[in-house]
């Protein structure tokens, strides 16, 4: 995935909107159309687009009479990342994956990769699986004011560095 | 700051561009011009539309002969995340912040807390700063990587919510 397309493709209201809904369910093209108020082959174009850059999928589902139907779906599990600071200017693409070191330094993901092994493994209830579901979800908000924590303190730093007197703001920061 | 403004500046490759100048080095129009091989019409359009949506600000200053010059630098410090899967589409914008309960849950952001703190408070050299500096961003890295573990641990279950069988992409990860 092109980290300059993503940027493109999520720059245009249209398409954004296409995703919205493509993620709440599948979708054929005149539902899109319909919905959007937009016309099948501004549609048309946009999903080009999308699974050209392998952000959407097509699949074909009977219908009782006539063709397959021809439905779209995202295909991509993806969280980008746009740091704008005053002295930094990145874009990153980040895909869920396990490094296991994890396991080691945080407890808690340790202790919910195990409750869902438990359950893939039979061991446990499925019904449980809303539950870790809740708990992962509660852990990656942790997870996202912990690295609002450490920019608050690289942005009281920034101002600092190299100067020989140290930067009001930091001075500032821990009064 | 507007969330669908934000998307829609970053879809604009030459926008991207002066952003990445401008938190290298303030730069004032003709500079940005003759870099990006770009009129200075469109440079200054880009300008103001980003200074509009509080993105950049102007600021200036006095050269030896002649007015004073007008350069421009970024005056936000966010983090945008777009979180793309399959059921989910949602785009969040934070910024840097510290939240009391983090320095308790997480110990090592605590101790790069008091370490900054000393310094600013003079108890400590200020040429410890780059080593915080860098200690912090390899904080940053390893919350990172925890995130997308826990989004790993999410995009393997959201298969299986509500089926009565668990999915077997959720069997095959925990093999």
């Known amino acids: 995935m092109d980290i300059e397309l993503l940027l493109d493709i999520l720059g245009n209201e249209t398409r954004r909107e296409i995703l919205q809904m493509l993620t709440e369910r599948r979708c054929y093209v005149s539902q899109l159309s319909e919905e959007l108020n937009i016309g099948q082959k501004a549609i048309i174009s946009h999903l080009e687009i999308m699974e050209k850059a392998g952000l959407l999928e097509p699949h ?3 219908v009782e009479k006539g063709r397959p139907r021809k439905y779209f779906h995202v295909s ?8 704008l600071f ?9 895909s869920p994956c396990m490094d296991e070191d994890v396991l ?5 993901i340790k ?4 409750e869902l092994r438990s ?3 039979g061991e446990r209830d499925i019904a449980e699986l809303e539950e870790i579901r809740e708990e992962l979800l509660r852990e990656r908000e942790r997870l996202t004011e912990a690295r609002k924590a450490v920019d608050f ?8 560095l190299g100067e020989e007197r140290i930067d009001q703001s930091l001075k500032k920061a821990f009064r």
């Open 111 to 114: 202790g919910l990769y195990r």
């Open 76 to 83: 991509q599990n993806l969280v980008m990342e746009v740091n």
């Open 86 to 94: 005053s002295k930094l200017f990145d874009v990153k693409l980040h």
């Open 60 to 62: 074909f589902e009977k």
């Open 104 to 108: 080691e330094e945080f407890p808690r």
């Open 119 to 121: 359950v893939a493994l």
């Open 153 to 160: 303190l690289l942005t009281q730093l920034s101002g600092s």
